[in-house]
């Protein structure tokens, strides 16, 4: 058993923004040398998402309204903190903090019209995501 692990850097220009890793993500699973396993994307920061879903501009949209009107911004309690984005973490919670990817023969096993996202929500800082492959 070995693992690898790496991290992607963000800093978006817009508070929100879908960003598709999945090119950057395949890459870190053939660096890795790893050829059964999984690989862990996981967003380390509780105002942003990983996810899996099809890159199309239609559904980018439509995710982003379903998260709206789930967590649509507005007055949170979070806010008497002195921070205005009590909505993004509940964004992060709807979409989820991570992904566990299967690696089949040293590549990053997908169906046909899966990607790989990052979703920032209260972006226009550094943040990051750790990639971490584990198996043989």
Not at 13 to 25: A, S
Not at 32 to 46: D, Q, T
Request: charged share 30%; aromatic share 8%; net charge negative.
């Amino acid at each position: 058993m070995k693992s690898a692990t790496d991290y992607l850097w963000f800093q978006t220009r817009e508070r929100r923004e879908f960003v598709n890793i999945t090119e950057k993500v395949r890459g870190i699973v053939r660096g890795s040398g790893i050829r059964e396993g999984f690989v862990l994307v996981s967003a380390m920061h509780i105002t942003a998402a990983v996810y899996v879903n099809d890159d199309e501009r239609g559904l980018l949209k439509d995710i982003s309204e379903w998260a709206d009107r789930l967590a649509p911004p507005g007055n949170y309690h979070h806010h008497g903190t002195g921070e205005d984005n009590g909505d993004c973490h509940l964004k992060n919670l709807l979409l989820g903090h991570q992904v566990l990817l299967p690696i089949t023969r040293g590549e990053l096993d997908l169906g046909p019209w899966e990607q790989v996202f990052y979703a920032e929500f209260d972006g226009q800082r550094r943040k990051r995501v750790i990639v971490k492959a584990i198996g043989e």
